[in-house]
């Protein structure tokens, strides 16, 4: 039987942490990523795969949970398997875990393997469907991401894609939301806070020169939710919520 559990390891560089030594957010984000396109690569449903069926992969959920922060030069692995499918949702977990194998980090995800031309979610080909529900029973996080409701507070910032916002399929990378949301703090709150649970749903894409209003609503000093109104092209193009 095939191994769906598959293992990356890391390394914390420089160019990945924040002032105080710390990996950040969006760092730590693109590790599950990474790691979630290994694993889909070997698996036969990563992106070579994908080009011939003229699909692509773009995440729609992430929820996260920080036990501590990563620093430089650490080392660890990255455990990830797919785990279920919840409707279009092909769901995903993940693992951090530090030298000495303690857990740091856990994740899961919904991911929507999307159709080049309508941009519509779609149902992958040629696959053992049972590769995508057999470890239905092994969770990082038990439950599925949920939707995120709308945001009603303060706008605390905007940004305008720029070309190093852009990936391959040719709009915003989801780490750049990330870096988004923790660029509306303070270097002071920085300081005394690290994100523990982070949630994010991915609504509508964000393409090259794109301007993106941040609407941020301020729960309380620990909890704040998030939208991302594009101003471009008048939708949303994200939510999230973080608490430290």
Request: net charge negative; aromatic share 12%; hydrophobic share 40%.
């Amino acid at each position: 039987m095939q191994e769906l559990t598959s293992i990356t390891p890391y390394k914390v560089t420089s160019a990945e942490t924040d002032m105080f030594a710390r990996i950040r957010l969006s760092a730590l984000v693109n590790l599950f990523i990474q790691s979630a396109i290994d694993s889909a690569e070997s698996l036969g449903f990563g992106f070579e795969a994908f080009r011939h069926q003229k699909l692509f992969w773009v995440i729609s959920r992430f929820n996260i949970e920080i036990y501590r922060p990563l620093i430089w030069n650490e080392q660890g692995e990255v455990e990830t398997w797919p785990k279920d499918l919840d409707k279009m949702h092909y769901i995903r977990d993940f693992i951090v875990t530090d030298s000495d194998q303690e857990i740091v980090a856990k994740a899961t995800s919904g991911w929507l393997a999307v159709d080049t031309a309508t941009k519509h979610p779609a149902i992958i080909e040629g696959v053992d469907a049972n590769i995508f529900n057999r470890l239905k029973d092994k969770h990082a996080l038990p439950d599925f991401p949920a939707k995120l409701p709308p945001v009603h507070g303060e706008e605390v910032m905007e940004v305008t894609s720029q070309y190093f916002d852009i990936d391959i399929n040719r709009h915003v990378t989801s780490t750049r939301y990330f870096d988004a949301m923790m660029n509306t703090y303070p270097v002071e709150f920085h300081q005394r806070h690290y994100p523990s649970k982070v949630a994010v749903n991915f609504m509508k894409e964000t393409r090259y020169d794109d301007t993106v209003q941040l609407i941020r609503h301020d729960i309380n000093d620990r909890s704040y939710a998030f939208e991302g109104i594009n101003k471009t092209r008048n939708i949303t193009a994200f939510r999230g919520h973080i608490e430290f």
